[in-house]
Structures are given as C-alpha cells and as structure tokens.
C-alpha cells in the first residue's frame, strides 16, 4: 500500500509534505519516495521471515538510488546485481559483497573479476559457456567462484511477455532438462564451488501458483542432485511479486512467504529472495507538471512535462499507472491522453483515461512509479534526468539531483580535426 493521501486542505502529500511544496521547491518533474513506506515494505516482507534461515536480496534493476541501497544495507538486505555498475553501487552504499548474487545472461570478463575479488555469495549461471568462463577467471586469480545454476523451470508466471522469464523461450537460466548435466560439469571443475539453485520466472506475477509450480520442479531436481552426491546450501528463488498498480490483487508478502516455507519445509536449504518491485513499486511517485491542453476534435491530450525518457514503463509494455491530481479535484471527468514532451508517439503515461479535467499549470502524480521508474530513465531527446527526492515525515530531502545541461554533455568530446 502507498502513503500518498489528500489533506483536509485537498493537497495530495507524501507522508506529511504536501506534493505541490516539493513541484515549488525541486521542480518537475520529479520523483518522490516515502521513507515510511520503504521501511514499512521492507519489514512487511521481513517480518513473515523471521526464524527462517534466509538472505533477502533486494533486486537493485528496480531501483539503485544510493540511498535506497543504504536503507536496504541498514535493514540487513543483500543484493541481486546485473552488472558491474550494480555491483559497486551496492558496495559504496555498505552492502557487504558476501549477501550479493550475481544474475544476467551477459557478464562480461572484467565484471566477473571485480565479483570474484569482491567475494560474492554467488554467481547465478545462466549458460553453459558462462560456466566455463567463470571456471577459467577463477583460476586465473587463484580463487574458487561460487556458483548456483539458473534453472529454467518451465513454468508459465502469467504476466506480460516483456517481464516473463522463466519459460523455454526466454534467453533466461538453463534448461531444467539440462541442469543435471552442468551441475555434474560444475562438479569437476576445479575452480567452481557449488553453492546453490536458482531461479526466477518473471516479475509482476499477481498469483502464487507460478511460484510453487517453480519451487515443485526445483524440488525434484534437488532430489536428483542430491542422489548424485550434489549438495549445496542456498536456494535462491529470485523475485518477482507483483504489487497493485490498479485492481490487481497480488498475494501480501505475508502469504507469499507463508507459502514458500511451506513448499520447502524439510529442504534444510537457506533460502534468498530477490525481491524489487513489491519492496519500492508503492512507495513512489512521478510529479509532473500539465504544460498545454490539446483538443483535436477526435482526443483529448494532456501534456505534461514528463516523458518516457523519465518513465518508459507505459510506453514500453502499456503498464497502467494510476493517475492523481496533486489537488483534490471533484469535477467532471474527460477521456484523455496524458502525454509526454519526446517525440515519439509512444511517448504516453496514460491512454483514454478517465480524468478530472487538468489545465496548464497543474500537477499530477503518477503513481507506483518506484520500481523500474528512474532505474530506466534516459536521456532521449536530451532531456536531464529528473530528480530523486525522499520524503520523511515532515521534510525531505533531494536524494538524486536534476541532471544538468552540462551533465548532459559532460564525458563527449569533439575531435580536434572537426573543430
Ligand atoms: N531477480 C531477477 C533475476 C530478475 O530478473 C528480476 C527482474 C528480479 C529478481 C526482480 O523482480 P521483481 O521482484 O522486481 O519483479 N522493467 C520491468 C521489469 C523487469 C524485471 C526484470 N527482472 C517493468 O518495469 O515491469
């Protein structure tokens, strides 16, 4: 659940500070995060885990702000790293390089060396060459790499095909048919240490089905495995709980967890989750200001001075974001696009919705924009990146500031002959 609510004044606020103080102060458009509201997911998804031998690995593609990582490094959570780039942010913000896992189908040579130096928890393999190559590097730095194979369980998680994982098609793990064969070449590799199973099927999955179905037929492979003499510690079961954009109703991290322990009682595993969206999905929005109306007799369009560049989510797989006036509106409603500044007729936040009718000036708040919000954002068009802000109680603070002109060019270089 959120923490964006209107005052008695009709002012949309974020825990205590009115939305519209922070477009007067920062700007728009801009991101706002509820610090209440992480800490309170962040628990949610805790609490249900206590007593239970497990690492919570916040899944950093959702969101890698360096104060995020800090709170997620202050509440004991490890991370879930695709790159480098994440791998280090996680390390600057104090989360140590033993509660991270390391997963991606493209890991490069001198990534996979930084993670090897660093001491991961682990490297969740995703193709049989990737094995061989991790095997090699390890040996070249005189380390034994610790591994877990991605299995590819086959399981339809019933989201949209962009998010969707863990399905033959997808470029995602290795074949559950083929796991046993990797694992035994895992096994007589000198350099490779098994330490686990992995898997993910996707993300916004709004149903626990898909999970269990995954955990059931990493079950039987751990019975093979274990048959064979292959035994290991971890069972990562990555992330991928969906959280409420508009009427979805997806299990509360209470019965999701609830569930797991129970499909894996007896395992004598510990278990890592990979949770993004449903730690920060909720505890963020994107303010953004109306610059012009436009009516061409056929639609409606709002234009607003964000665009897919700050959140690509609409544009890239037609996600729905709950749209909120920053002031309590209890006018009519119209059907219009809400629409952004990048030239592109893909640039939407919003299609054929219901609205209160907006004018040049306001602000709106589009909302559920944490996770995989300003992680995607671009510079398409030449736009700065906008501003990351965190909202505690009755203040907050600007997190990320707004790129400027010269952030934006900072880095190029002209060759001389062209001057
Ligand atoms: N672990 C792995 C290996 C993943 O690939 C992902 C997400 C997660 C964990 C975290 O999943 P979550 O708990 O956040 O669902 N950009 C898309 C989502 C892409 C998800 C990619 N993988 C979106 O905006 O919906």
Redesign the pocket.
């Known amino acids: 659940m959120h923490d964006f609510t209107y005052d008695d004044q009709g002012r949309l606020c974020c825990a205590e500070v009115p939305l519209e103080r922070i477009a007067r102060e920062i700007g728009t458009p801009v991101y706002c995060y509820s610090l209440p509201t992480l800490r309170r997911h962040i628990q949610a998804f805790e609490e249900p885990l206590a007593g239970i031998d497990h690492q919570t690995c916040f899944?950093m593609?959702?969101n890698s702000s360096m104060a995020i990582l800090t709170l997620m490094a202050r509440h004991g959570l490890g991370a879930?790293v695709?790159s480098g780039g994440e791998l280090f942010r996680a390390m600057k913000a104090g989360i140590p390089a033993s509660r991270v896992v390391y997963?991606g189908v493209g890991k490069t040579t001198s990534e996979i060396d930084m993670a090897i130096r660093a001491g991961i928890m682990m490297f969740?393999i995703e193709s049989e060459q990737e094995l061989g190559v991790i095997n090699e590097r390890a040996g070249a730095l005189r380390k034994k790499a610790p591994v877990s194979i991605r299995v590819n369980p086959d399981v339809d998680p019933q989201t949209?095909p962009?998010?969707s994982?863990g399905m033959k098609q997808n470029k995602?793990g290795i074949d559950i048919e083929n796991s046993v064969r990797q694992y035994l070449r895992a096994r007589d590799m000198e350099h490779i240490e098994i330490v686990g199973i992995d898997c993910?099927i996707g993300?916004?999955l709004t149903d626990i089905t898909p999970f269990i179905d995954a955990v059931d037929r990493l079950k039987v492979l751990i019975a093979d495995l274990r048959g064979l003499g292959i035994g290991f510690r971890y069972l990562d079961l990555?992330?991928?709980?969906?959280i409420t954009y508009s009427s979805e109703q997806p299990p509360h991290p209470r019965e999701y967890c609830a569930a797991i322990v129970d499909a894996v009682r007896g395992l004598d595993l510990k278990l890592i989750f990979?949770?993004?969206?449903?730690i920060v999905g909720n505890t963020a929005v994107l303010l953004t200001e109306v610059l012009y109306r436009k009516e061409t007799g056929k639609k409606t369009f709002i234009v607003v001075d964000a665009g897919m560049n700050d959140l690509i989510?609409p544009a890239l797989?037609q996600?729905w974001h709950e749209i909120m006036p920053v002031m309590r509106k209890d006018g009519p409603l119209e059907k219009a696009d809400v629409v952004g500044p990048i030239c592109e007729s893909s640039d939407f936040l919003a299609k054929d919705r219901e609205l209160p009718v907006l004018s040049r000036g306001e602000l709106i708040a589009v909302m559920s924009a944490g996770?995989?919000g300003f992680t995607?954002a671009s510079n398409y068009n030449s736009r700065p990146k906008p501003p990351e802000v965190l909202v505690d109680g009755s203040d907050y603070s600007v997190v990320v500031k707004r790129q400027s002109y010269e952030d934006l060019i900072s880095g190029e270089a002209v060759p001389e002959g062209l001057m």
């Open positions: 899944a593609k959702a879930d695709v997963s969740n949209h962009y998010i994982t995602f993910h993300s916004q990555g992330g991928g709980l969906g990979e949770p993004g969206r449903v989510r797989y996600a996770a995989y995607m």
